[in-house]
């Protein structure tokens, strides 16, 4: 038996015959050297950057295209550090799935430090600052969720600590924008040094969500004399400060109780899945899928490691936004929602288990390859219809990336605009498309409004995801039973299908709505009317 720490992975028999693949590098010697000389601080202790972010570091060390490895920072939930940076070295195990079941497994030894990102942690919050005071630094990236960029409540005022953290100004900062804008500043101190920061967060304009915030913070802090004026000056000079976007697809789920057993009889110890106060699922090793893509817009003031070298994209701003519109509003989000919709009304619990059944894997290759790719936004990096290709017969499938649809069905009314009326709006708009032409987006609608019921095919009711917009929605399908006919649904339904807020488009306008009205009369004929509509649609 043996444990992920230093001290045993320089013992090779075990590792090599469960055929785990170990670090080929020094690692004192580039943890020293990054220590000196830090290039690459990362945001976001959790399992993307664990499973990904330093994957690609550990491939340009190996590859001899980088001398120094990453530092982690956790902004958040500090917890992670103490239970699994610190007991395991900062090493991480990484396994990598296909659908077929084919396991990759890989030693993570490119993170030299876990730091808590706190000021009540002096001794890491000084560590921190020194990191910001060097010249060396390079790159700033965060995986910290969309929300961690989020300043203001829903009434579009403060949220506390944003408040406290205005008002105190940059020497005790409490929110995580806060803390960032407060290193950035000890970055400006040291001499107007620059940097790139760059959001890896899996959302639309990320880094413009990011500078936003930070500048914002500033100028609040500028506008009491906390900082000086400059200090905004400096954040928005782009060839000192760049806030590049970019575009991430990877699926790093939470960690799988089938691979800690699979490692366990490798020989494994203290493989335990951990979930913190906070609410993080965590263990020693990250479960992946095999397919990743990063595309980063090339804006970096002070250098920056090869990153092309190990697959990423780099590029320029219209291309992360292209490549990042291909794939929420055509090649694989909108076939998350669909299979989402229909896996809760079929009684699905995993999406792996939803393609398989040869009804909704038709209907995701009617939205994906018949519909969406006539109006694809094509990134010229990735060519869309593959990149379908894979989602649907390789990364869906995999056993190995327990996905919901219950997790997917969440918000889903904030996403129909992105996933469902760009592509409508584009029918609309097109001289050579006809908008009364798409028969499976207006199902997926269909599905959508039938789901609102909260009862199943089987006619069992079910509790659905959570969604801002639920009670408003669900009004409007109050009285509608199974079984029942109605000649007035037209106008029952039509507060949402008129909607220009949830669909971009006003669905009665464009010529779609009658027949997502259709299709819904289909699904509430009865028991089983949902497979009988999917069925004759896709057939």
Not at 253 to 264: A, D
């Amino acid at each position: 038996m043996s444990e992920l720490k230093k001290k045993y992975i320089s013992t090779q028999d075990l590792w090599e015959k469960a055929n785990i693949v170990l670090p080929q590098f020094d690692i004192e010697k580039i943890e020293n050297a990054t220590y000196q000389n830090p290039v690459w601080l990362h945001f976001g202790a959790g399992n993307i950057f664990r499973g990904y972010i330093a994957a690609i570091v550990q491939d340009l060390i190996e590859r001899g295209e980088l001398s120094r490895g990453v530092i982690a920072a956790e902004l958040f939930d500090y917890e992670i550090i103490d239970r699994i940076y610190k007991p395991y070295d900062n090493l991480c195990l990484a396994v990598t799935s296909d659908a077929k079941g084919n396991l990759e497994k890989r030693v993570i030894a490119s993170i030299t430090e876990g730091l808590k990102c706190d000021k009540s942690f002096e001794a890491d919050w000084q560590r921190l600052c020194r990191i910001f005071e060097s010249t060396s630094l390079e790159l700033v990236t965060f995986t910290i969720t969309e929300k961690g960029y989020n300043l203001f409540d829903l009434k579009g005022e403060y949220l506390p600590t944003v408040k406290e953290d205005i008002e105190n100004g940059p020497k005790n900062p409490k929110s995580s924008m806060g803390k960032v804008a407060a290193l950035a500043y000890v970055r400006y101190k040291s001499g107007r040094k620059p940097v790139a920061y760059v959001s890896l967060d899996n959302c639309s304009k990320n880094g413009e969500k990011l500078q936003s915030s930070i500048v914002q913070i500033a100028k609040e802090w500028a506008k009491r004399g906390l900082v000086e004026e400059d200090f905004v000056e400096y954040l928005n000079d782009n060839s000192l400060v760049s806030f590049p976007w970019s575009m991430i697809d990877k699926i790093v789920p939470r960690p799988s109780e089938r691979i800690k057993e699979l490692l366990e009889e490798d020989g494994l110890e203290n493989m335990d899945i951990i979930c913190t106060s906070k609410n993080t699922y965590i263990a020693p090793f990250v479960n992946t899928e095999k397919a990743q893509y990063l595309v980063i817009e090339d804006c970096f003031p002070n250098g920056r490691p090869p990153l092309e070298r190990a697959g990423v994209f780099m590029t320029d701003r219209k291309t992360v936004e292209d490549s990042e519109r291909m794939k929420v509003q055509t090649c694989l989000n909108p076939l998350h929602t669909a299979l989402a919709i229909f896996g809760c009304l079929l009684g699905y619990k995993t999406i792996y288990e939803e393609v398989k059944d040869e009804h909704l894997k038709k209907f995701i290759e009617k939205i994906g390859y018949d519909e969406g790719l006539k109006v694809v936004i094509d990134p010229k990096i990735i060519n869309p219809s593959e990149y379908i290709k894979e989602v649907i017969e390789e990364r869906f499938p995999n056993p190995y990336i327990p996905d919901t649809p219950q997790r997917i069905a969440t918000d889903t009314s904030q996403k129909m605009p992105i996933r469902f009326g760009e592509t409508i709006k584009a029918y609309a708009e097109s001289q050579d498309l006809d908008v009364k032409s798409l028969r499976y987006i207006p199902l997926v609608i269909a599905g959508w409004l039938r789901y609102l019921m909260c009862i199943d095919d089987e006619g069992k009711t079910f509790e659905p995801s959570p969604d801002p917009l639920l009670p408003e929605l669900k009004k409007h399908l109050e009285g509608i039973e199974l079984g029942k006919e109605y000649d007035d649904l037209e106008e029952r339904l039509r507060p949402i299908l008129a909607n220009e807020v949830i669909f971009k488009v006003d669905l009665f306008k464009v010529g779609l709505a009658k027949k997502v009205v259709e299709y819904f009369k289909e699904m509430i004929q009865g028991i089983g009317a949902v497979r009988k509509t999917l069925q004759k649609y896709v057939n």
